[in-house]
């Protein structure tokens, strides 16, 4: 599948979530890789043989004190590890996007 078809299962499985879910996500970006990078790797501790399908970097909501104008959080879908780990099944692609959501 296409990074943009895939970019539009995301953005369909954010619409079925309620408004309240959504507003806390006003400073989150989206981001689609194919795979984790080096340096995500490496800040992971990620050892060969493991399989990361979404990441989040930023602060949690419930550890903010007040809002410094920080850049946005990000969630990142990888890809190639949710395509594959689905075994390349659109309905099982959906559910893994909805539950990294």
Do not use: W
């Not at 539009?8 to 879910?21: E, M, N, R, T, W």
């Amino acid at each position: 599948m296409t990074k943009e078809e895939f970019e539009k299962i995301i953005s369909d499985a954010l619409a079925d979530f309620p408004v309240y879910f959504l507003e806390k996500m006003k400073n989150v970006a989206i981001v689609v890789q194919a795979e984790p990078d080096e340096f995500q790797k490496r800040q992971l501790g990620y050892a060969s043989g493991n399989c990361l399908l979404g990441l989040y970097e930023g602060v949690p909501q419930i550890k903010r004190y007040h809002y410094n104008k920080v850049a946005p959080d990000k969630i990142t879908f990888f890809q190639n590890n949710i395509e594959r780990t689905a075994n390349y099944d659109l309905l099982n692609i959906k559910q893994s996007i909805r539950g990294i959501l």
